[in-house]
């Protein structure tokens, strides 16, 4: 289960850089409107990094009981 919680946490890391990115220099890749499309993938990205803790957190409430 801790392996799980690790590739999410991960995947939500590297999404948010994704987004840190087509924030930056997205304007040729998106065009221009590109902030707000790398707004909701950082979003996204942040939703992935909570999952994993909250999943890593109730994980070890149900081992100790």
């Known amino acids: 289960m801790k392996k799980w919680n ?12 994704i ?5 930056a220099f997205g304007e ?3 065009g221009a409107n ?3 499309i790398a707004t909701v993938v950082c979003i996204t990205g942040l939703g ?4 994993g803790n909250k ?3 109730t994980g070890k409430k149900q ?3």
């Open 19 to 23: 987004a840190a990115f087509l924030m």
């Open 48 to 51: 992935l990094i909570t999952t």
């Open 6 to 17: 690790n590739i999410i946490s991960i995947l939500g890391i590297a999404t948010c850089l």
């Open 63 to 65: 081992e100790k009981l």
């Open 55 to 57: 999943i890593s957190v």
């Open 34 to 36: 590109h902030t707000g």
């Open 28 to 30: 040729p890749i998106i």
